[in-house]
């Protein structure tokens, strides 16, 4: 089965992300909800999946966007 966005339909991609990333309603921190937040322009037929994978490995591990280390504490 195929999760390009030109063989599937928005019901289909809300379920590929739900399925993938599990009960996001089961967690207390609430990070769950941002995570499938960042799946949005999937679900909307805007960019492929690994496309927002991709954007997010860069800039994890580039450290972009990210705390800064000051001291003893983070910025």
């Known amino acids: 089965m195929s999760i390009l966005i030109k063989d599937t339909t928005r019901e289909e991609r809300e379920r590929i992300v739900a399925?993938?990333?599990g009960n996001i309603n089961g967690s207390c921190d609430g990070c769950m909800a941002g995570l499938a937040d960042m799946y949005r322009d999937y679900i909307d037929g805007k960019r492929e999946i690994r496309d927002i994978n991709m954007?997010?490995?860069a800039q994890y591990e580039s450290g972009v966007e990210g705390p800064v280390k000051t001291g003893c504490g983070y910025q």
């Open 55 to 57: 954007a997010f490995k």
């Open 19 to 21: 399925e993938s990333i």
